[in-house]
Structure formats: C-alpha cells, structure tokens
C-alpha cells in the first residue's frame, strides 16, 4: 500500500531533495511527486512506496516532520494530477462522440468508453498498447503523426456487434517547439448524425432558441412562455398574421416534457360540422361514408400532449360551446356518441382578432373567453422590431442554404436597406418569403436590392405587365431585369426627382442612380413638369 501525502512548507531551495534524501535514507521509493507554488509556500504531494502499514506512516511523519521550514503534514487520498486524470476521464466518457489519443510511436494514450464500446474493446485493454497489437483503424492517426489534418472522412469498421459506420477527424499533438508527440482522433456516430440532423430539421423539435430577437418586446414574450411552458393552463397567444405565433406553440409544447404529440389545427379552415368531427372524433355509424368503428377526434389523439388551435376566433358558437364543456370536464364526448372519454392535454389558442371586441359584439363566448385567455402572450409584429430584421435575414439564409445543400449569397447593405424601409404587412412570414426568393433569383455572390420584390411589387410588376406571363422562354433573370426596368421608368416617370423616384420604389438615391447606369436611362426622363424640382 502506498501513501499518499501533502507536505507544506515555507518556500525555500532544496525541499524537494530534502524529501527525497529522507524517504531514500529510511528504504522507500517516491512513485510520483508534484509541487505547486502558493505565495511564498510550497506544497509538495508526493506518494510513497514501502509505506505499507500503519507504523510505516507513523515513521514517515515522523522524519519528514524534520526537515527545515515544514508547516504541515496532511495525508490525502488523491494527488492533483491523478484527481485531474480521473476529471478528464469523467467528462471523455460522457460525451457522445469516440475519443482516441496515441503518442508518437502509435501507442495509444487515452481511449473513452465510447470508442471502446465502437471498437470492441475495454479502454484498459487498449491504452499503453499499439494500433497495430489492437487492429484498430489506425491509419488516419499513423498519417496525422506525419503531419498531415484530417476532416470529417467516412470509415466503416466491421464488429462483434455489427458494421460500425463513422465520420473521423484527426489531429496531429505538437509540443512548444512544433515538433509532433501523437495525434487525436474524434469519431462522430453516423446514426448520431442523422438522428441529430432530423432532430434539427422536424418542426416538432422546435425550441425556444428557433425564435429569433433581440428587440425588448419579443425577447419578454420569449422569457414569458419559457416561465409558463411546463404549467397546463391555458395559453392564448395574441398577435398579427405572420408573427410567429405557431412557433410559439411549438416551442411551449416543447418545453413543457408532455409526453404526448403537438396536434394543430386551423378552425378557419373547416366547416362547422367538419371541424367538430377533426376535434372531438364522431361515434360509429354517425356520418353516411364515415369509418364504421367512428373516429377519434384530434383531442382524443393529443392525449397527454398539445392542442393548437389556431385562428380561435374564427370558430362558430356552437363549436365554442362543445370546447367550453371539454375544457371545464376534461372530458371528449364524439359526435353521435354518449361516452364521455377522459383527456389531458394542454390547450394551447391563437388570434389575430381582438377577442375583447368580439366578445362584446356577442361574436364570442365571454365564457370560454376566460378559459382560454389565462396565460396571454402577445407577439409584436415585425414593423415595431426593425432591429430583428437583420438577424432573421441571416437565419432565413441559413436554413435555406442547408435545405439546398449549398452555400447561399448574403446580402448587401442596400438590400438590407430597402428591407428594413418596408413595413412588413405579412409580417416574419412575409420577410422569410422575400428573403428565399431573393437568394433563389439572386445570380451573384451578394444580394442586392434588385433581388428584393415585395408581395405587392410582384402583383403590379409581374401580374399586371402587358406581355410579361407570355414570354416563356425567357430566362428568370431576364425577366426579373425587365420588370426592374420598368418599375425604375415608371417610378421616374411619376416623380419630380430622382430622389422622390427612390423613396417611391423604397431604395437609396445612389441605388436609383445605379440602376439609372445599368439600364442605360438618361436624367432628364425624370421631368415630368416646368416647375422645380423636389430636392
């Protein structure tokens, strides 16, 4: 048995001999030794072999308590480097992905349980053993440790458990002086991967970090449905079209942990019949073409989930008192039927009305109003968070480029400016629209300003151009050049200047005057009067 001590000193030369001059003198070994500096003491942890049984110790307290300027001796049941070993050890195997370390022989310094498990084989089998003793893949780390990088290359290894498919990184280890003393590989799962890319890509994993703001409003209305998300009142999120408000939904669903599915459903969308028989199911044999053994409503399917029902307000009386009575019950009972069937799920609404007015108008239930309307969040539109505008640019451009699986242009200072001029009746939704469309026409590596069409542009432009829909066999650029053209004539044509042009099409004035350039159009075709004109 080793001991294993902490001797304190005030700092001086020759500690460190003395120590070992007087465990040498008494026939003991030092196994390891560290010394960490303290203001002016010096700690030394050593551990001793030979220290085998208690009169050992005592003997060894005994002379070391000798030695000039000891302050104190403690015996400790771990020394620092071996504590921070163990440290190291801990966090290798909790992470997910298959860690391998060797030394500049090929010998291998640090497996995690991850990469044991992969490989088939226990991490103390294989450290301070070779690549070549294990039959391990070693030759991306025999190739890091003559020099070379490698990034994200895919291997197979076939096991006693079956093939084992992985994405590899390695790294060559350099000293101070640059010279190489071993290598480090990362392997990444490839089922992890997919399962993490699908994980990223599924609408049902929406979290709250999806939602993208810093403006003061949207960033309270976040922290709200954070606090509120893993309690089953009722939420009522309150907001224009476009806003998000689905989002919302999705992320409270998910940050609630309910074990059930996120059930959404448009009451706009459905007639009033239909719409009960999708929410609260309908017995067997009640509707002629109907499922024989009748049908469970979305209620019933969302057990122990969520509710969405969005554009609540569109919803008619007589639906609004069926989901009253479900709501005070917790209770389904489907048309046609007599069984009440017991639910829990949580009831998430959603409105771009004033439920206020259509309550006083008797368009609405002033009591399912309270019902519903116990955890209000209201989300701002976009026209009141201009400085969010940028950061949603660049979210929209990310998610697209990784839907196309290709890299996707930015955009320029004037194309962001003409998007924070615009007022954004459809809201996020309409600036996710403008910006795709945008990157998709855009031929360049940035996206300038006349890559941006607004909805309305579109339908005067487009739409409403004499011969534009009839030229098919012309390329979308140059049909996207044509109506630019004569939006920047048009504009001219009905302006005093060239500045009130620009403020018409919602752009710069050195952006007109570029586009003026491009296409080749003279000043003057801007005078429309004898009067002067607007500065």
Same mark, same amino acid.
């Given at each position: 048995m080793n001991a294993k001590l902490k001797v304190s000193f005030k700092d001086r030369i020759g500690i460190v001999a003395d120590i070992s001059r007087l465990i040498a003198q008494h026939g003991m070994n030092i196994a390891s030794m560290e010394v960490v500096r303290e203001n002016d003491e010096a700690h030394v942890y050593v551990e001793v072999e030979g220290a085998a049984s208690a009169v050992d110790q005592t003997a060894l307290f005994s002379f070391l308590g000798t030695i000039r300027d000891i302050l104190k001796i403690d015996l400790i049941h771990m020394l620092p480097m071996e504590e921070q070993a163990n440290r190291l050890r801990v966090v290798l195997d909790n992470i997910s992905d298959g860690v391998i370390s060797v030394d500049k022989s090929g010998t291998i310094t640090t497996m995690n349980a991850v990469a044991g498990g992969a490989f088939g084989i226990t991490v103390d089998d294989a450290v301070g053993r070779n690549l070549n003793q294990l039959d391990l893949p070693g030759y991306a780390l025999v190739k890091c440790l003559e020099g070379a990088k490698i990034f994200n290359v895919k291997q197979n290894r076939i096991t006693a458990k079956g093939r084992y498919q992985y994405i590899s990184t390695?790294?060559?280890?350099?000293?101070?002086?640059?010279?190489?003393?071993g290598a480090v590989e990362i392997a990444k799962d490839i089922q992890g991967i997919k399962q993490l890319a699908q994980s990223i890509s599924d609408p049902r994993q929406i979290s709250f970090s999806d939602i993208i703001g810093n403006n003061a409003a949207i960033k309270e209305a976040i922290a709200f449905a954070q606090k509120i998300a893993d309690n089953d009142a009722a939420v009522s999120l309150r907001g224009a079209s476009g806003t998000g408000k689905e989002l919302f939904a999705r992320a409270i669903h998910t940050a609630s942990r309910r074990s059930g599915p996120f059930i959404p459903i448009n009451c706009a969308a459905l007639p009033e019949q239909l719409l009960e028989s999708e929410l609260f199911g309908y017995a067997r044999g009640t509707f002629t073409g109907g499922r024989k053994e009748g049908k469970p409503g979305l209620f019933e399917?969302?057990?122990n989930g969520t509710v969405f029902l969005d554009e609540i307000a569109e919803m008619p009386l007589g639906s609004q008192a069926k989901l009253l009575r479900l709501i005070q019950?917790?209770?389904v009972r489907r048309v046609g039927g007599s069984e009440e069937i017991h639910i829990n799920v949580r009831l998430i609404t959603a409105t771009n009305k004033n439920l206020e007015r259509l309550v006083e108008e008797k368009m609405f239930r002033q009591d399912l109003y309270y019902r519903i309307?116990?955890?209000? &969040?209201?989300?701002?539109p976009l026209n009141q968070r201009p400085e969010d505008i940028s950061m949603l640019v660049?979210?929209?451009?990310?998610q697209l480029g990784n839907k196309l699986e290709n890299r996707v242009p930015g955009l320029d200072e004037e194309a962001l400016w003409k998007l924070k001029s615009h007022d954004w009746p459809g809201n996020v939704r309409e600036l996710k629209?403008?910006?795709?469309r945008a990157a998709i026409i855009c031929e360049t590596d940035t996206i300038g300003s006349d890559c941006i069409f607004f909805s309305h542009e579109l339908g005067q432009g487009i739409i409403n151009s004499a011969g534009f829909k009839r030229q098919s066999g012309r390329s979308l650029k140059e049909l996207v050049a044509e109506l630019e053209h004569r939006m920047v004539m048009d504009a001219l044509k009905q302006s005093k200047s060239i500045r009130q042009a620009s403020r018409r099409l919602q752009i710069s004035?050195?952006?007109l005057l570029k586009k003026?350039?491009?296409?080749? &159009?003279?000043r003057s075709i801007r005078i429309i009067s004898t009067g002067p004109p607007n500065p």
């Open positions: 390695c790294k060559p280890i350099r000293d101070s002086s640059g010279e190489i003393i399917i969302a057990q019950e917790k209770a309307n116990v955890l209000p &969040i209201h989300i701002p660049e979210h929209f451009l990310f629209n403008v910006v795709n004035h050195p952006a003026m350039r491009k296409y080749g &159009i003279q």
